[in-house]
C-alpha cells in the first residue's frame, strides 16, 4: 500500500475528531431541499468551503436549518477533466451569519464511484500540501 492510499482515513487530529480529512477547496455548489415541500422546486446556490470524503462544509445566503434533506450536485476536478458529483446530504450542522450562511452538510447514497472520486480528490490536495509544505 502507497503512503497516500490512507490518507483519508487517518482522520482528524485536533481538538475535534472527524472520520475523513477535510481539505479546503472552493467551488460552487447547487442543491435543493427535499424534505420541505414548499421548497422542493427551488434551486440554491453556495460555494463549499471544504470537503471531505463524508460531506461538505458550505456557505450561502439563503438560510437552511438543521436536518434539512437536501439534493446537491457539484463539479470536481478529476485527472481528465470534471466530474459531476450529486448526492443526498442532510444539514448536521449550521451557523448563521450576518449576510452569510454556514452549514456542514453530510453525504447519504452517494455512489461508489462519486465517494472514491473524492477520495482521490482529497488525497492529491494532501498530497500537494505535503510535497509543497502548504
Excluded at 1 to 28: A, L, T, W
Excluded at 36 to 53: T, V
Amino acid at each position: 500500500m502507497k503512503m497516500n492510499d490512507n490518507i483519508s482515513n487517518q482522520g482528524y487530529k485536533g481538538k475535534e475528531r472527524r472520520k475523513f480529512i477535510r481539505v479546503p477547496f472552493i467551488f460552487p455548489v447547487n442543491f435543493k431541499i427535499v424534505n420541505k415541500s414548499d421548497d422542493e422546486d427551488r434551486i440554491y446556490h453556495a460555494l463549499s468551503d471544504n470537503i471531505s470524503e463524508g460531506g461538505l462544509k458550505i456557505i450561502c445566503l439563503d438560510p437552511v436549518d438543521k436536518d434539512d434533506e437536501i439534493e446537491i450536485n457539484f463539479y470536481l476536478p478529476i485527472k481528465d477533466g470534471m466530474k459531476e458529483i450529486k448526492s443526498n446530504a442532510q444539514v448536521v450542522w449550521k451557523q448563521e451569519g450576518n449576510k452569510k450562511n454556514f452549514c456542514g452538510v453530510q453525504f447519504i447514497n452517494i455512489k461508489n464511484e462519486d465517494k472514491e472520486a473524492i477520495r482521490n480528490f482529497v488525497n492529491r490536495i494532501m498530497e500537494f500540501k505535503k510535497d509543497e509544505n502548504i
